[in-house]
């Protein structure tokens, strides 16, 4: 019962002054709040990558040019031009834990269509593109094995290059220019949607031969997708290629690879370390505001013994103790902080859902974020409130009665 009616008197003593304990309270509102809706967002990165990861499956593989550990630190291993189609047609042959390749050419350039022009990325890929990255043709047809031998002008559209030089109309048959050279669109693809905060439909796909001879300019590919036949060979597959290229490219043994090799597992890891950091340094800098918000209520109670001198002595000289002053102004501090700390809850909440409803980001309010912002308001209250809740205890109380 003692400690219910210190809170009263405690609460009782905030509202003698309702503005001064809001503003007080700002603090631990505002940081409270930015720590939920900033780990929100590093939680919603993180659960979109996993979506995305298990969208693409779990038996691709990516071979890059350049040596695993760090492109350019060792000899050879910074040269972007070791892989050919050559290998790609070596794996797909004779590796027999792989179902399908593609040899990959990028670039960003501006395509024109009509009155409409619009820069994206063109993707020079394999017949197998589709098949390897589990995406589906929405309209017409993805090019044939024949029309990436011939190296011939044709494109299939993503969703976003669609929309933004088509407007609804049918695109099939018609020609657009890329890099001021023609070519023919023969199909579009299903709506592939955002990841990492770039949009995946914002693609033309086109022959890699094509896009080697016709765009870039090079005799080499940047890279090569494989998909191994199951999920569960990946681990095997991705040696059985190690092996050939080392033996293609004649490595000896002991010598750094020019080429890299890794899973969707190492990519997914990669990708949910940098998230995780991102989490902790945007929930570090939102903390930064709590801190300044325990100095605030540190700066108050401070001023709140002050002015309550004379209360203090007269509540010693009729009983209470060293420990019940201290137990009322860090009750004070506490409920000053925790206050704070709910409606701050409510504001992280809130601003969670507007970011992800407003910036089109996906952000995920756990009950571990929320949880963890209480305790570290109260944890807030109790830290910065003890030394003014000290200093109240161990006022002589025939000082604090004389004092005016």
Not at 11 to 35: C, E, H, P, S
Not at 147 to 153: F, H, R, S
Not at 219 to 243: P, W
Request: charged share 20%.
């Amino acid at each position: 019962m003692k400690i219910f009616r210190t809170i009263k008197v405690a609460l009782k003593a905030l509202g003698r002054n309702k503005m001064r304990t809001f503003l007080t309270a700002l603090g631990i509102i505002i940081g409270v709040g930015a720590v939920i809706a900033m780990v929100s967002i590093g939680q919603g990165a993180k659960k979109e990558i996993e979506k995305r990861f298990s969208e693409m499956g779990t038996n691709l593989l990516f071979v890059r040019p350049g040596s695993r550990e760090f492109r350019g630190r060792h000899g050879g291993g910074g040269s972007y031009d070791t892989l050919t189609d050559a290998d790609a047609q070596a794996i797909i042959e004779q590796c027999n834990l792989v179902q399908y390749v593609s040899p990959n050419v990028n670039t960003r350039v501006q395509v024109i269509y009509s009155n409409k022009n619009w820069n994206t990325s063109i993707y020079g890929v394999g017949d197998k593109y589709p098949l390897i990255r589990n995406w589906d043709i929405d309209e017409g047809a993805f090019f044939t094995e024949a029309q990436v031998k011939t190296g011939q002008k044709v494109c299939v559209l993503g969703s976003e290059v669609n929309n933004n030089l088509f407007e609804g109309m049918s695109p099939i048959g018609q020609v657009i220019r890329i890099k001021k050279i023609p070519f023919r669109v023969i199909g579009t693809m299903k709506t592939k949607g955002e990841a990492m905060w770039f949009s995946q439909d914002d693609v033309i796909f086109i022959p890699y031969t094509t896009a080697q001879t016709r765009l870039v300019g090079i005799n080499y590919v940047q890279s090569i997708d494989v998909s191994a036949v199951e999920g569960s060979d990946t681990a095997e597959a991705q040696e059985q290629i190690e092996e050939l290229l080392r033996i293609r490219h004649k490595i000896a043994p002991g010598a750094d690879d020019d080429f890299n090799v890794r899973d969707m597992a190492d990519i997914q890891e990669g990708a949910q370390e940098s998230t995780q950091i991102l989490t902790i340094l945007l929930g570090g800098i939102a903390s930064i505001s709590l801190l300044v918000g325990g100095i605030g209520i540190m700066n108050i109670m401070l001023v709140s013994v002050t002015e309550r001198i004379r209360e203090i002595g007269v509540r010693m000289s009729v009983g209470a103790r060293e420990n019940d002053i201290l137990l009322q102004f860090l009750i004070e501090a506490i409920v000053l902080s925790l206050m704070g700390g709910i409606i701050g809850i409510l504001l992280g909440v809130g601003s969670s859902k507007l970011i992800s409803q407003f910036a089109g980001m996906e952000t995920s309010v756990s009950l571990g974020s929320i949880l963890l912002a209480f305790l570290f308001a109260g944890s807030v209250g109790v830290f910065f409130g003890f030394y003014p809740a000290r200093k109240a205890s161990k006022l002589n109380p025939i000082d604090a009665l004389r004092y005016e």
